[in-house]
């Protein structure tokens, strides 16, 4: 049976954009028979909000989104993270590099990049020749770890924007897959995990679709029977035309629902962003039976006052 996964990241709030590209998700699957996981994706030190988990499964249950397993927590066992980086590092495709944000910059100003938020690593800590490194030669948590790229595109078939061709190497150069604080980078578990969970159906902004070639290289150097099929979705922005945010007011969906909007507002507004008519209350099982991929605007769509003003009007 196809697979697929609603990956919610407890490091902030679910929020419209959000509950868009998880409310497709969940259609498609419903729509053609996938098995849906609940994986929460809690890696990211810091960053990890407590109680937000468990805030993000009450919301997607809120609007009526269910899945068939899970939720499994991805900090509950990191032992085939490190054994990925260990079958990396033992073969060369893998070395241990401790540069920080200000030094990439630093070395990296006129370099591309692969997006706001990602500088390209310049190859500072790079050996010239692939050198296996032993678990026994270095302490996995007292450095980060960068994964050796190839020269060269990459180039996949996306099932909504179509054929991709992406340089790795050009774009980000090598990039992070075990961080300083000893877990694994984002890159690193989604591979490990989306091939041990058997996924092969995968929905997901279109701010993620430069991490399908790292993806598909990291999985080719592991050895994982990978082969995902990908949707890559269009984003919620503000007006100011950068992703949803703070600076864009409270579009949390725990603030509509303690502010009594009711989830089917929520749902239809997300309806009408997914060109399914004029915005009107619906329910999740009414949007998985009229959601169509076709009917699917390309471009981002523009989060405004008028948006909120209309699922606060019912309260």
């Known amino acids: 049976m196809p697979r697929t996964r609603l990956a919610p990241s407890p490091t902030g709030a679910l929020h419209l954009g959000n509950a868009r590209t998880f409310l497709v998700n969940w259609a498609l699957a419903r729509q053609q ?57 033992a073969r060369g495709l893998a070395y241990p590099c401790n540069c920080t944000r200000r030094e990439i910059e630093a070395a990296s100003r006129s370099a591309p990049h692969a997006d706001e938020h990602e500088l390209r690593y310049p190859g500072t800590c790079r050996p010239a020749e692939p050198t296996p490194v032993a678990a026994s030669d270095v302490e996995l948590d007292e450095c980060g770890w960068r994964f050796r790229v190839p020269v060269g595109e990459q180039s996949f078939v996306d099932e909504f924007l179509g054929q991709q061709q992406i340089d790795v190497q050009q774009t980000v150069g090598d990039f992070q897959i075990w961080t300083k604080g000893g877990l694994p980078s984002y890159q690193l578990a989604v591979v490990v995990d989306d091939a041990r969970q058997a996924m092969d159906r995968i929905v997901r902004g279109n701010d993620l679709v430069t991490s399908t070639p790292r993806q598909q290289l990291l999985a080719a150097a592991l ?9 890559h979705l269009p984003l919620v922005r503000g007006e100011d035309g950068r992703r949803l945010a703070k600076r864009h007011g409270d579009t949390r969906l725990v603030h509509y629902r303690e502010q009594g909007v009711a989830a089917e507002r929520v749902v239809g507004l997300l309806a009408e962003w ?39 009007d019912a309260r």
Do not use: H
Not at 47 to 56: G, I, P, T
Not at 223 to 231: G, H, N, Q, S, T
Not at 281 to 310: I, N, Y
């Open 33 to 89: 028979g996938w098995q849906v996981l609940m994986r929460i994706e809690d890696l990211d030190g810091p960053r990890v909000k407590q109680q937000a988990s468990l805030e993000a499964i009450e919301l997607l249950e809120w609007l009526d989104v269910d899945w068939d397993a899970g939720p499994v927590y991805q900090t509950s066992d990191l032992e085939p993270y490190r054994q990925a980086l260990w079958q990396l590092a």
């Open 274 to 312: 997914c060109g399914l008519g004029p915005r009107r209350e619906m329910t999740a099982e009414e949007f998985a039976k009229s959601f169509r991929l076709d009917a699917l605007p390309g471009d981002d769509v523009v989060f405004a006052e008028q948006d909120d003003q209309w699922l606060l």
């Open 223 to 231: 050895e994982l029977d990978y082969a995902p099929r990908f949707w």
